[in-house]
Each structure stands twice: as C-alpha cells, then as structure tokens.
C-alpha cells in the first residue's frame, strides 16, 4: 500500500515528501541566507525557543548507508543502532556543515551518554568537527519540585538560544513561536484524525509529520492543512488497524512493510510520529511555564516512564487512535521497553487487541528476517478475529 | 523438582573458592548473616522494610532506623550462590527477557520464585539465597537508568511495596579533580541548582518516609550518622593508601572487595566504622610483620568495573603464575575518595547532596571516572588494567573509550573484556582468563621491561 497514487497527486503532499526525502535541502538554503540551524537530538528539545531566536530547528537523523568508522571507534555496543549511525554523523564531521549547534535533551539514557561524550570529546579532541552542544536536563517524575526545577532548566535553554542567536529572546518571541507551534499541531492533529478514518495511510502519515524537522514551522502547516484539506476526499483504506509503539522510524521502510502485509498503522508513540503533537502549549502560562506544562506533561514517552504509566499510556494512545491491534517493535539495544511490555500485552490483550512482539530487532529493518511474515501473520489474524467478530 | 534446586555444579571453567585470608572478611560476612537474620525478625513483627538501589542516599533511612537491603549487594549475594540461571529462567516464564539489566533485574527474578522462601525437603536447606529476601513494604531507585525505574516497580508491584523514585541530574560543570573536591569544597564542584534539587528531594523522600513508617527524622540522629560514615570512610582512606604504598601488597581485591563492599552497605553504623577500623589495624599488622599477599608480587593490576560476584576466585588466577596481583577495585577506593564530607553541621542534608548526587558521576561519567583512574593508577603504581565491560547495562556504559584513552596515554596497557557481573551463564574462567593471560604477557610484562629500562 504504501503512499498512494491519491496523496503522490496532491502538489502539497509531494512538497512534503521531497522535503522529507531531501532532508538537508532547506536547512541548507536557509544557512545561506544567514539564518542559524540548530540539530535537536532527542525529543524534549523545545521548538519554540529555537524558532523565537530566529533559528531553524532540525531534528539529527541517522544515515543507515554510513559506514560507523568513527562511532567504533567512541561508542560502546550498548548503544541502539541508530543513535550509533547518529552519532556517525555528528563525529564525521557532517553535521559540522549543517548546523551550527546541537541542542540535546535528557529524553533517554542513551542520549544522555551521547552528550557526556560529545562534551568529552570536545575536551579531548578537539580538533574533531563536533557542533558546540547544549543540554537540556529536564525532570520527569512529575514530583512537587518538577515544575520549579523545569523552569529553571528551560531558561538555563533560553540563555543557549540568545547566546546562539546573538541576540535577546523575549517572552512575548515566545509567546508567537508557541502560537506558530500550537497552529501546527493542530494541523497535524487534523491529518491525524483522517489518519485514524483510514484516509491516510501510515506512511503517508511519517512523510507528513517529519517533513517538519526540517522545514520552517509555517509553512509545513500551511502544507499540513492543504493535504488535510485533500485527504478528506482519498479513499478509505479497508485493513485492519494496528497501532505501532516502539523505536523511532525516521523513514518509512518498516511501515511499508507493515502495510504492505494488509495493515494499517492509525497511530504512534515513538518521536517520529504522533507524539509530535500530542500537547500544546498553554499560552495562559508565563513562556517559561507552558513550555515546561507542553513538554513535560506530554504523554508518557517509552523510556522516561514507569511501567504502569506505559501501560496506561498505551491503552489510551491506542483507543484513541482506533486501532484493533498492536505492533511492538524495539531495536537491538533499546531495551526500556522490554520492561513494560508483558504488562502492556496482558491488557491490551485483555480489551480483546491482538499484539504482535519483536523485539532486539536489528537496524534498519531490512536487516531482519520474517518481518513480512510476521505482519502477514498479524492481518490474517486480525482479520479473521473481524470476521468472526 | 530438580530445576527448582539450587544448581549444584560449578560453571564452567570455574576454580575453586576464592582463598581469602583476612579475619574482617570473615567477620563482614558473619555479621551480614546476623544482621539479615535480624532484619528478617523485623520484618516478620510487622516493621516496614526498604528495598533502595545503591545510588539512593540511604543515610536517611539509616537516621530512621528503617530497615533496608541495597539492590547490588543482594544482587551479588544471589550471583554468588549461582541463582541467576534459575532466576532468569522465570523471567523468562513471565514473558520477560531473560538477557537484559542482570544486576537491577535479579531481586524482581526472585520475587517470582515461590520456593524463595522454602526449604529443601532432601536436603534442609533454604532454598532461597540466606532463606530469602524478607517482603519489603518500600522499593526507592533512582532515575539514572531508563530501564531500573522499571524493574523496580515491577518488583514493588510483586511485592506489594511502595514505590518511590529519586530524580537524577547531569552535571554541567566538571571540573576534572573530583576527588580533590568532594570532601569539603562540594559547592566548587556541584552546579548549585543540582544541590538545591536534590535538598528537594531529600525533604521530599523525608516526607515520604515519615508518612509511610510513622517514624521520625530527626536531625540530631542524621548528623551522627554522617560522622559516623566520615569515620568508616576516613578509614578506608588509610587503608587504601597503606595498600597503595606497599611492595608488595598485604592483601588482594579479594579480601578488600568484601570486606569493604559489606560494610559500605551497614555505613551509619557503629559497627561499620569500627569494622573499618579494624580492617585497617589487621592490614597494618600484615604490613607490620612483613607479610605479602603474593610474595613473588611483580605486576600490580587494577580492576575497572562491577566484581565478578560469581567467580572470585577469578582474580587470583595469575597470582602464580605471573605475580600478577590485583590490588585495585573502586570499591575501596570509592570509600576512600566518594563519601567523607566535612563540616556536616553547616548544612547536614546538603553534605549528603552533595554525597549522593555524584556517586554515579564519579563512576559512569567521563572525564570524572577516566581522571580518577589514573589518579588512581598512580598513587597505587599500577601495571595494567582490566576493565570490564557489563554486555547489558546502560547504566555501567560510562566512556570505555576515553577511560582507555587516558590510562594509555599515561602509560597504562588497558584490556578491555566484555562480561556480566551477577550472571554466570555468561562467564567463562577459561576464555577469561585467557584473554589477561594475553595480556599481562603482550602488554603488562613489555611496558614494565620498557619502563625499568628507562
């Protein structure tokens, strides 16, 4: 199924997907002008202070072709494969000439390593290309001091972006990019909501919400709305509905996969997905205090959350968007998940969803074996439990 | 059933025990088993009872005389009597993988075991490591791993305990002297906001406490435990210099890793401290008389990362055949250097900030671990290192690289080898040992030729 001939013949939606597939083409042009780009690596990296600054937010992403001569060299194997093909990319001196700072959030340990070894490399090699790096060191317990430590974090943020900027960010620069922001989730958010009608598929549906990282905020809603807009008109998709939980896709090579076998995937939680746009930010809150509400009160993410509180999260994500059955799928050596998923199964499977693990997976996904079979295995399923149904 | 047994046979490729020769050693590991039979007691009259990860300040709960058991410790107690293989074999059972987060995962493998508490009908004997981890009523962890928040509360769950967590902060300055900071000049060495959280955080756990146990903080009490622990800690410091000076060395890891990792755990107490001190005055006595752990010692090692709980007597494989002893385990040396802190009384809760926050840092974040070490390596004239690497553990991911990096380009051959602390279907003694072999006779043999040439 993949991307159909419907949404290829929407002029907005083939914007979406050359941005999405020439990922360096705007930052890149925007450099030119003059104007900053700033790589975000994890997913707690506030766009708003980013794009108040002036700047242009654009989410690191790994290249599955490179060769890791310089990760093997710096990363133990514990790390996930994409993060390791990330951090490729930072260390080889790529994204030297792409971004001029890398802004990186606690998000999940991995990361946080990963930021412990860029700023020991910058101690130690400094000859080496790597981007100056701020950290963001949000709380996550949702504790009485939460509030109060975030805020403190977030503005220690506001200062990087000013120094980046070299200029003062003000509250009410804020206050319009979190309007800007706000307007383009809730137009992912009408995507979105076709998305779970059948009208957009779910690789549609990663074409559309990542050609964001790396555009300006504008105009991707303003594009957003135009394929909404024209999906209203697309054919349903007549297949079961699967929700997908587990790593981050930063293409859509598994999903075609997955819908390739007679699925389609209605939702996400991973950071390249509906999580984007889970949450705005409460523009009645100082700036400060409605980024920290946005980001932090967002739904539970897989590795910052306990396991009930995943187990909760995955049932809500998971009648909200529709879907009949489950997709887990985690990487090799992303193993946070693991934990939840026994737990997470057991009710799913207990509201009647039919689930389907796979875990320790290698990267990228065409590296693994049976994987079409595997789906293939879950629609027959979920179909015959429809038809009996 | 025969898979509920303990295993019986060795691993393969196992020795024999390790040979310990200090009577503080012994006397740790008797008065573990007697303080474990008290606490049981206690818990058994209906007392509430912690389960806390290493990192969580436990000075609190020593204060409040609640008691508790430390997840490594125990941990290591399973490893050592050869349970992971049946513990993760439930895991396994459960739906869990069977290969991930061994030394946070192995107390929430025993809670799924219904024999823990049981004896042996053949044989009379407990089943369960020591009879069993008690029922605790609290399970504490820290954030500092995604995946031990987790575990944690699925063993709490299990165990029908409540469960509370402990946020954790990345440190934005770092200056590399650690070691020549932390005792009196912390605020030098913190962030000041990651000390102001985590008294936050300390009044907060407090608070929890309190409401839990019914019992009270009091900060009369707290304070005597912190001097007590400075006591305890100011010993080891001795005792670690005393080895670091000796030619040879009086004792081996083997002795020091229990001796000490036991009491670390009791630190607070009365016993504790003098335990310390008495382990000091038996060294120096060794010392005194004259007396070598290895007297044919020519090659000083130093062991980097978690012991290999299962396999102790590991590290004295190469005593013979090579004088090749190891002297050196942070375990020690983290007494020695990670936990005094002076001048309490200004501010005890932010001494202990100041203590807790960084234990974590001073291990698994470079450059603090990779400038220690050499510190390390000099003070105790160290000949080559072996660090080992957990294959499962996040949380122990700490900047191999830049750790071996900076040993080297000081003049330390590094071995790096992968390995699991706690789970013994992972190790193998032979390929092991075969792999330090190597190099004590490629790299740690030359480079001392080398330098004595020079």
């Known amino acids: 199924m993949a991307i159909r001939q419907c949404a290829l013949g929407c002029a907005a939606f083939a914007q979406l997907k050359h941005i999405y597939e020439n990922r360096e083409e705007i930052p890149a042009k925007l450099r030119a002008e003059g104007v900053k780009v700033i790589g975000k690596m994890g997913c707690d990296v506030p766009d708003e202070l980013i794009i108040a600054g002036g700047m242009l937010p654009v989410q690191i992403y790994a290249d599955p072709a490179k060769e890791l001569k310089e990760t093997d060299v710096y990363l133990e194997y514990a790390f996930d494969p994409m993060v390791r093909a990330q951090f490729e990319k930072i260390v080889d001196g790529t994204y030297a000439n792409q971004i001029d700072a890398l802004a990186i959030s606690n998000s999940t340990d991995v990361i946080i390593r990963t930021y412990l070894y860029l700023r020991e490399l910058h101690r130690v090699e400094p000859e080496k290309k790597v981007p100056e790096v701020e950290f963001i060191d949000w709380l996550f317990t949702r504790k009485p001091m939460h509030q109060k430590r975030n805020e403190l974090i977030i503005n220690i943020f506001w200062g990087a972006v000013e120094r980046w900027a070299g200029r003062q960010v003000t509250g009410d620069q804020v206050f319009e990019a979190s309007k800007l922001c706000n307007a383009n989730k809730a137009a992912l958010r009408r995507m979105q909501a076709l998305r779970c009608e059948g009208r957009i598929s779910g690789c549609e549906a990663l074409v559309i919400i990542g050609a964001g990282f790396f555009m300006e905020k504008a105009k991707h809603t303003e594009l957003v709305n135009a394929v909404a807009d024209a999906a209203k008109e697309w054919p349903v998709i007549d297949a079961p509905k699967v929700f997908f939980t587990g790593s981050n896709q930063e293409d859509t090579s598994l999903y075609q996969k997955i819908e390739d076998a007679g699925l389609l995937v209605v939702g996400e939680d991973h950071d390249w997905g509906a999580r984007v746009f889970d949450r705005d930010v409460n523009l009645e809150l100082s700036p400060a205090s409605g980024l920290v509400d946005c980001y932090m009160l967002r739904e539970f993410s897989s590795k910052k959350a306990f396991v009930s509180q995943r187990v909760d999260a995955l049932n809500r994500e998971v009648k909200a968007s529709g879907a009949d059955g489950v997709i887990f799928y985690t990487n090799q050596y992303e193993e946070a998940a693991s934990w939840d998923y026994p737990s997470q199964k057991e009710s799913l499977e207990a509201a009647g969803k039919k689930t389907l693990g796979l875990f320790k997976m290698l990267w990228p996904c065409d590296k693994n074996e049976g994987l079409a079979e595997a789906f293939a295995g879950l629609a027959a399923d979920m179909k015959g439990g429809r038809m009996n149904g | ?454």
Not at chain 2, 191 to 196: G, K, P, V
Not at chain 2, 381 to 403: H, L, T
Not at chain 2, 434 to 448: Q, Y
Request: with cysteine; proline share 4%.
């Open chain 2, 1 to 454: 059933m025969a898979e509920e047994k303990r295993p019986e046979k060795k691993p393969e490729g196992s020795r024999s025990s390790a040979v310990k020769k200090l009577q503080a050693t012994a006397e740790a590991s008797a008065y573990q088993k007697a303080w474990f039979a008290d606490l049981k007691k206690r818990v058994e009259a209906g007392e509430d009872f912690a389960y806390l990860n290493a990192d969580v300040p436990l000075e609190v709960l020593r204060a409040m005389d609640i008691p508790f058991v430390v997840n490594q410790w125990w941990a290591a107690i399973c490893g050592a009597k050869r349970m992971t293989r049946k513990y993760f074999g439930l895991l396994r059972d459960a739906g869990y993988r069977d290969d991930l987060c061994s030394y946070c995962a192995t107390a929430f493998a025993e809670s799924l075991d219904p024999d823990d508490h049981k004896i042996d009908p053949e044989t009379g004997k407990e089943l369960g490591p020591w009879g069993g981890l008690p029922t605790p009523t609290i399970a504490i962890t820290r954030l500092t791993c995604d995946c031990q928040s987790k575990i944690f509360e699925l063993f709490a769950k299990q165990h029908g305990a409540d469960f509370y967590v402990i946020e954790n902060t990345v440190a934005r300055k770092a200056p590399l002297n650690w070691f020549e900071l932390d005792e009196d000049r912390w605020e030098e060495l913190y962030d000041a906001d990651r000390l102001d959280a985590a008294v936050e955080e300390l009044k907060e756990l407090i608070q929890f406490l309190e409401q839990k146990t019914g019992k009270k903080f009091e900060m009369d009490k707290f304070i005597e435990v912190m001097k007590l622990i400075n006591e305890q800690e100011g010993w080891y410091k001795k005792l670690r210099d005393l080895i670091a000076e000796c030619h040879p060395v009086p004792v081996t890891v083997v002795d020091t890793i229990n001796a000490v990792m036991q009491a670390q755990w009791q630190r607070g107490t009365r016993w504790a401290a003098d335990h310390a001190k008495r382990l000091y005055e038996e060294v120096k006595a060794l010392v005194d008389k004259g007396e070598a752990a290895v007297p044919n010692e020519k090659y000083r090692l130093m062991w980097l990362g978690r012991g290999i709980w299962a396999d102790f007597a590991f590290y004295q494989r190469f005593e013979q055949k090579y004088g090749a002893v190891f002297i050196w385990t942070m375990y020690l040396a983290m007494g020695a250097d990670a936990y005094i802190r002076n001048h309490i009384e200004e501010d005890p809760l932010r001494a202990l900030a100041a203590r807790y926050i960084g234990m974590e840092d001073f291990l698994h974040m470079p450059p603090w671990n990779s400038q220690w070490y050499i510190q390390q390596a000099k003070q105790n004239d160290i000949d080559g290192v072996v660090y080992m690497v957990p294959e499962n553990c996040m949380q122990a991911v700490e900047g191999s690289y830049f750790i071996k990096t900076a040993l080297e380009d000081q003049g330390y051959p590094v071995l790096i080898f992968k390995a699991d602390p706690v789970d013994e279907r992972k190790w193998n003694a032979e390929t092991m040992g075969g792999l330090v072999d190597e190099f004590i006779e490629t790299r740690v043999i030359p480079n001392k030729d080398r330098k004595g040439e020079r």
